[in-house]
């Protein structure tokens, strides 16, 4: 088993920046792409951004790009997700997740281990 716990949400306000932390333990965590996803009160799960393990490639979904930046430190278990210029609509619980399968880097359905969440809002 991989656990993986969040930390460092918060309240903020607009324009505004915080940075999540995703502490894995138990497997290696080397050898997995890392996505982060978010979830909005009454909406899905959204994929935010992915990073692939060893060349650590990234991928944002469009609406973060250019002001959310994936990285991580595999000495440290550790995925970052630094997240600058944030706006109300950021809002949401944020939840990193290794991926198992394949598919599209931004599905859920390709994660199975998830960390407990961590709320982020971002008040106008």
């Known amino acids: 088993q991989l656990q993986l716990v969040e930390s460092g949400g918060g309240e903020v306000q607009a324009v505004g920046s915080l940075q999540l932390s995703c502490a894995a333990s138990?497997?290696?965590?080397?050898?997995?792409?890392i996505g982060w996803f978010r979830q909005a009160p009454g909406k899905g799960r959204e994929g935010v951004t992915y990073i692939e393990p060893e060349v650590s490639s990234t991928y944002y979904t469009d609406s973060v790009n250019g002001r959310f930046t994936v990285y991580r430190d595999n000495a440290k278990n550790t995925v970052y997700l630094q997240m600058n210029s944030l706006k109300p609509k950021d809002t949401g619980v944020y939840y990193c997740?290794?991926?198992?399968?394949?598919?599209?880097?931004?599905?859920?359905?390709?994660?199975?281990?998830w960390g407990q969440g961590n709320r982020v809002t971002v008040s106008s």
């Open positions: 997740a290794a991926k198992t399968y394949g598919g599209n880097w931004y599905k859920a359905r390709g994660y199975d281990y």
């Open positions: 138990g497997l290696a965590f080397d050898g997995y792409p």
